[in-house]
């Protein structure tokens, strides 16, 4: 089956950026998400991006794609205690459901 | 506005014991809805779909079932709960007509089998 691979931990400074790296096998994967999981919470949407996209930046995030490699990142710019978080990318191709890595837990250090 | 309900938010069960989750959305009507589980270092794994009332898809064989009895409304259920069913449940759904690229996910039921 289709997946989707991520570190597990990831550990910066405050001030600092992070880099989240995702890896993906499947070819057809249309859509692209970063959804954020605070403790005990459910899955909050941060940003996607279409496959005929390279970049997509939004304010502190930056999502960058590389189709040929199937390699996804997400850069949070300026790390605050508040991103502390487990960062899940997501792929689907439209037509099937949403399939998830294991997700990378992110702690902030102050 | 729309919005995903899911409870109870915790739950511990002995093993044996019958489950029931509900989820039920409110603000849309015929979304997709979905049932998730997150077990520790294992990330989540999409356990029901139901594309509506009575359709439900399995993608992984256990000891859990789900139903769509309304539209807004879809319910994991167990007969008899095994240790390995502990985990974080998660509902979400989608939007109609957006396929699956937008998922909004529900708060979450932490379920501990004992």
């Known amino acids: 089956g289709e997946d989707v691979e991520q570190s597990l931990f990831l550990s910066v400074r405050e001030g600092d950026s992070s880099v989240i790296n995702c890896t993906y096998t499947?070819?057809?994967?249309?859509?692209l998400y970063w959804y954020k999981q605070e403790p005990g919470a459910g899955l909050q949407l941060l940003t996607y991006?279409?496959?005929?996209?390279d970049m997509k930046q939004d304010q502190r995030l930056t999502v960058l794609l590389n189709k040929k490699d199937k390699h996804l990142s997400l850069r949070i710019a300026d790390t605050q205690t508040g991103d502390s978080a487990i960062y899940f990318c997501a792929e689907t191709s439209g037509n099937t459901p949403l399939v998830f890595g294991k997700g990378t837990r992110l702690s902030v250090i102050a | 506005s729309q919005t995903i309900h899911q409870w109870p938010a915790t739950l511990v069960q002995p093993v044996g014991s019958p489950l029931s989750l509900e989820c039920t959305v409110e603000g849309t009507s015929n979304p997709n809805l979905y049932w998730y589980r997150q077990a520790a270092g294992r990330g989540l794994q999409l356990l029901f779909y139901?594309?509506?009332?009575?359709?439900i898809s399995s993608e992984v064989p256990q000891n859990l079932s789900a139903s769509r009895p309304q539209d807004r409304q879809f319910i994991l259920s167990s007969k008899k709960l095994l240790l390995s069913d502990s985990g974080f449940y998660l509902c979400?759904?989608?939007?109609?007509?957006?396929?699956?690229?937008?998922?909004?996910f529900g708060q979450g039921t932490r379920l501990t089998v004992v």
């Open positions: 139901s594309v509506g009332i009575g359709q």
């Open positions: 979400a759904w989608i939007p109609p007509g957006r396929l699956n690229t937008e998922a909004f």
């Open positions: 991006i279409f496959s005929n996209m």
């Open positions: 499947d070819s057809s994967s249309t859509y």
